[in-house]
């Protein structure tokens, strides 16, 4: 159970007390957060407010206007009467990063605090403002130019002496927790926001669980590798821990799910065996580290804005695997998947899904189950086409009789159809299991491994034909 305290801080005893030393945990507060050598890194912290929200909070300080508490979790005290491992690693973790305190709801805030104090803005020109002196007198300011702190400081003008006062002197309201675990601080995270405007990631962000912590231990160590793919503002609003939470849902469950607020919150809340997504998530992390780095190395102009374009050459492995496919050659791949999306993103050519005609640019910014299948359907088409007879992909599992490399050579022979059978067959299905190369004559017959003596006719034909020739069976049956 938490115990918590409310307190009254002036803002110059806060930052030297509590925001120095205060660090963001992106289960409870978005942004992003620097430290060097255990110290707060003031410039390098960030948050989602713009400079006039800065500007404006300062303002409301100055004027006794900021009444809404931070909310600070001490985690020294909670570390104190933690009774469970987990909880004492977790206060103990932030303890070792040199720091005491936790923002759970007031970032923004604390950032425009610590940046308004280091000089990293202005106060703002204004015109007419009352402030309370000392003595919690008003007294009437004006300013004709914006102005920094460290001139508030130095100044010998009556005006700007009134302002630092009351802006060294206001008052700041804290929520001080001392005592509580973990999972009482998120539960503490969603009241507080409570119909506040996070968006959906920033909301999943404080669900606590090993599927969330691992997405947002990704989105940190990953960060560096994908920089170019995302805007300062994008990484503010976690669009990293949003990226990786759908390619985890695409990952799990093969494109089968629509990548919607809805289908991620069932992700993370369902912490049972049944969830794919929590069976594969350390062969998921491993994965999606490995793509990070290729990323990096990649030259990712025109295609890099296109956010849903990495998420398919993510999710494009996967669905190779499950072809028994295996990339062998990573440059020479990423080559051919750069080529074909600037080819058809800039192609007006349109595919109907469902009864929707669509280009390729337009299924990239509507990203159900269909078209998610639709689109990965097109890079197998291509791949299928262009480079199964080569060297940058291979059979992931060789095996004697598949005869991967006559495949696609068979069916552009067979116009596309089932050489017996007479059913059209789809490309991408070409190396599904349900498709068998047949030897007409059979080996055992004295029958040959060219490919005039082969063609592609689905499994059970192939299993009930083992080693006659067609003239000894009813192909009216088949």
């Not at 008052?171 to 601080?185: A, L, P, R, S």
């Not at 269909?370 to 086409?385: G, T, V």
């Amino acid at each position: 159970m938490l115990t918590k305290s409310m307190q009254v801080f002036s803002l110059t005893a806060l930052t030297e007390t509590v925001l120095k030393q205060s660090y963001l945990d992106k289960s409870f507060q978005v942004g992003i957060f620097k430290s060097n050598n255990k110290q707060l890194d003031i410039e390098g912290i960030d948050s989602r407010w713009d400079l006039s929200l800065r500007q404006s909070y300062i303002y409301s300080c100055a004027t006794e206007n900021a009444v809404t508490p931070l909310v600070i979790v001490d985690a020294q005290k909670c570390l104190e009467s933690a009774e469970t491992q987990k909880d004492r690693e977790y206060f103990q973790s932030v303890i070792d990063k040199g720091f005491r305190y936790i923002v759970v709801d007031g970032w923004n805030r604390v950032v425009s605090i610590l940046k308004f104090k280091h000089n990293l803005f202005k106060f703002p020109k204004t015109k007419q403002m009352f402030v309370k002196d000392s003595n919690g007198q008003e007294q009437f300011v004006e300013l004709s130019d914006s102005v920094d702190y460290d001139t508030l400081k130095t100044a010998q003008t009556s005006n700007e002496m009134k302002l630092v006062n009351a802006i060294d002197n206001a008052q700041i309201y804290c929520m001080i927790v001392e005592k509580g675990t973990k999972k009482d601080i998120s539960e503490l995270f969603l009241r507080v926001n409570d119909g506040k405007t996070l968006n959906g990631q920033e909301k999943r962000n404080g669900i606590l669980n090993e599927l969330a912590d691992t997405v947002k231990q990704l989105s940190e160590t990953n960060m560096s590798f994908v920089d170019k793919l995302f805007s300062e503002t994008d990484k503010v609003r976690l669009k990293l821990d949003d990226f990786i939470a759908n390619c985890l849902l695409g990952y799990a469950y093969n494109n089968e799910k629509n990548v919607s607020d809805t289908s991620k919150n069932k992700m993370y809340n369902n912490e049972t065996d049944s969830n794919p997504a929590v069976k594969f998530l350390p062969k998921f992390a491993k994965e999606f580290t490995e793509f990070c780095k290729l990323i990096s190395t990649s030259n990712t102009s025109s295609i890099e804005k296109k956010t849903y374009l990495f998420y398919d050459l993510f999710l494009l492995r996967k669905t190779l695997v499950n072809k028994n496919l295996i990339v062998k050659n990573e440059q020479q791949f990423y080559q051919w998947f750069k080529g074909f999306a600037i080819k058809n993103v800039q192609s007006k050519t349109t595919y109907e899904i469902d009864g929707d005609p669509m280009t390729f640019d337009r299924m990239l910014r509507k990203n159900t189950a269909n078209i998610l299948q639709y689109r990965m359907n097109m890079y197998l088409n291509d791949i299928i086409a262009n480079l199964l007879a080569t060297d940058t992909i291979a059979e992931y599992t060789p095996r004697s009789n598949s005869y991967q490399k006559f495949r696609y050579e068979l069916w552009k022979s067979q116009d596309g159809f089932d050489a017996v059978s007479k059913e059209q067959i789809p490309l991408h299905e070409i190396l599904d299991e349900k498709y068998h190369v047949d030897h007409i004559v059979p080996l055992s017959r004295n029958g040959s491994n060219d490919i005039s003596n082969l063609r592609l006719v689905n499994r059970s034909f192939n299993l009930m034909k083992s080693n006659k020739l067609d003239e000894e069976l009813d192909l009216s049956a088949a």
